[in-house]
């Protein structure tokens, strides 16, 4: 059985940084697409983004791009969201998920184990 558990959301202010880590046991970590995603209060759920197998590809939602980085670490069975010029939007508790295919993927449907969740909250 796949787990995943989220660490490293807290309370930032404004234009602060935070680094989301997800650590995750059991399977092949390294035979899994990883994705972030998150969810604020009163909204869905969405797409944060996304690394390949090998690290080599990622992706990202248009309302992170150029201040998230996505990363993995195989030998450690983690990977990470380093989050830098946090905006109040950008409040939500955010999810790691494993997918077990080889393609990635933007869509949370296509995930197949989630973690729990860390909050994280950006004050103006």
């Known amino acids: 059985q796949v787990q995943l558990v989220e660490s490293g959301g807290g309370l930032v202010q404004a234009g602060g940084s935070l680094r989301l880590s997800c650590l995750v046991s059991?399977?092949?970590?390294?035979?899994?697409?990883m994705g972030w995603f998150r969810q604020a209060p009163g909204k869905e759920r969405e797409f944060v983004a996304v690394i390949s197998w090998g690290g080599g590809s990622t992706g990202y939602a248009d309302s992170v791009k150029g201040r998230s980085t996505i990363s993995r670490d195989n030998a450690k069975n983690t990977v990470f969201l380093q989050m830098n010029s946090l905006k109040p939007e950008d409040t939500a508790v955010y999810y790691c998920a494993a997918r077990f295919a080889i393609t990635m993927s933007y869509e949370g449907a296509n995930f197949n184990s989630w973690g729990q969740g860390t909050q994280v909250t950006v004050s103006s």
């Open positions: 059991g399977g092949t970590f390294s035979r899994y697409v």
